[in-house]
């Protein structure tokens, strides 16, 4: 059965990695996806793979988002995936100390900033029928501090929270629009793949990196996917405000045995 089948589906950040996911998996259910992504060479690419349109969106730009609500003015699910560490531009300092307020400002503008356009995007297009899913992709170091990643951590935290704000006002306007925020941890994505590199080294760089994660393997987008897919579908109607960890058991605690 094809769980998303007739539902418009727009999925941001969509080229490539978890939003990519995503979107063949929303495919795959029936769903009428609309791949959206600012490098446009590869949301083209992204997009003809799976069978699926594709619209240039700059996450970061009202309007953007007024040119995606001419072309796509109703929608039953919209994912907010697209976001940066903010090391993608070269800079070296993240930390509570030595970051510049401009870096400061790039994460956010575009996690955060790019997350409240969009969800603002999807009630406009989902108020007219009164249903719909909002799924707002956060992560792990939303939901604990990250010493050296503190523009990255801060804005996926306060994604965490406006995805319940949302889910609380749309509620309040008598409509069923969910709102949800997804928390991945070590999902392999083209960035870890890169830091992995090919060479004889890479498994065991892998489990260094995962050595803390009690199922010790990292986790696949379409991990992610299967959740975002949940959340999309009917199955879900009851679940608004809430916040699903996918981090194979990193903030369960500790696996280890008592001595």
């Keep these: 059965m094809q769980r998303l089948k007739g539902k418009t589906c727009v999925v941001t950040g969509a080229a490539r990695g978890i939003g990519r996911a995503i979107a063949a998996c929303f495919h795959e259910e029936g769903g009428h996806v609309v791949v959206t992504d600012l490098d446009e060479a590869a949301g083209i690419a992204a997009a003809a793979e799976i069978g699926c349109r594709f619209e240039k969106l700059d996450v970061r730009e009202e309007d953007d988002w007024f040119r995606l609500a001419k072309s796509v003015p109703v929608a039953d699910v919209v994912v907010n995936n697209a976001g940066i560490t903010g090391f993608e531009e070269g800079a070296t ?21 790019g997350t409240f356009l969009g969800c603002r995007y999807a009630i406009g297009a989902m108020k007219g029928q009164g249903k719909g899913s909002i799924i707002n992709i956060s992560s792990r170091s939303g939901l604990v501090g990250i010493p050296l990643a503190a523009a990255y951590a801060s804005s996926k935290a306060a994604v965490r929270n406006h995805s319940k704000t949302v889910a609380l006002y749309c509620a309040l306007q008598g409509w069923q629009i969910r709102c949800n925020s997804i928390h991945p941890a070590a999902i392999l994505t083209p960035i870890w793949e890169s830091m992995l590199g090919t060479g004889p080294d890479r498994e065991a760089k892998m489990r260094a990196l995962v050595a803390d994660t009690p199922l010790k393997r990292f986790g696949m987008p379409d991990e992610v996917a299967a959740i975002a897919v949940l959340l999309a579908s009917d199955e879900a109607t009851y679940v608004t405000g809430s916040e699903f960890n996918i981090d194979g058991g990193l903030l369960a605690g500790s696996a280890a045995t008592p001595g």
């Design 93 to 113: 300092a993240h930390d509570p100390e030595h970051a510049t307020l401009l870096d400061w400002w790039a994460v956010h503008r575009t996690n955060l900033d």
